[in-house]
């Protein structure tokens, strides 16, 4: 009887083919900003946020730190893309994500954007409370 009920029991996200999808980058208006966070300008957020219709269909938010010899290294990055908004802890090609929500329509991203904000900014405080210490 457990084993029948587990079969039945229907999965909590749904597969990947349900997610919504935003439209190509070519049919969207792009805007990026760039926030630097202290004098000397070592830190900085970065939002990429695409539109569509005057909606939010997809976005980025990102905290770099640049280092001496001039290179931005990402600390932070939580995007919306494959269908999750998900956050990498490190540079971008070597972290895993940690998905935070699946995207089911347009309303999921702009219902995350500013929670992404908000996560970003806070990784900022950790990073240089940690700095100082």
């Known amino acids: 009887m457990q084993q029948q009920a587990k079969r ?3 999965p909590a ?4 083919q349900d997610r919504w999808s ?3 980058a070519s049919e969207c208006d792009e805007e990026t900003y760039h926030y630097f966070l202290d004098i000397d300008a070592k830190y900085r957020i970065t ?4 539109t569509h219709d005057g909606q939010l269909v997809d976005y980025a938010v990102t905290l770099a730190r640049l280092y001496p010899e001039g290179s931005w290294i990402e600390i932070t990055c939580i ?5 999750n908004v998900h956050r990498h802890d490190g540079p971008h090609y070597k972290s895993e994500p940690k998905i935070i929500r699946p995207i089911f329509s347009q309303l999921d991203v702009q219902q ?6 908000d996560a ?5 405080i ?3 409370r940690d700095d100082f210490l």
């Open 13 to 16: 996200v749904p597969p990947e």
């Open 22 to 24: 935003p439209p190509p």
């Open 8 to 10: 039945d029991r229907k």
């Open 126 to 128: 950790e990073y240089v």
């Open 120 to 124: 970003v900014w806070d990784s900022y």
């Open 47 to 50: 939002q990429r946020q695409r």
């Open 79 to 83: 995007d919306c893309c494959h269908g």
């Open 112 to 117: 995350t954007f500013g929670a992404a904000c």
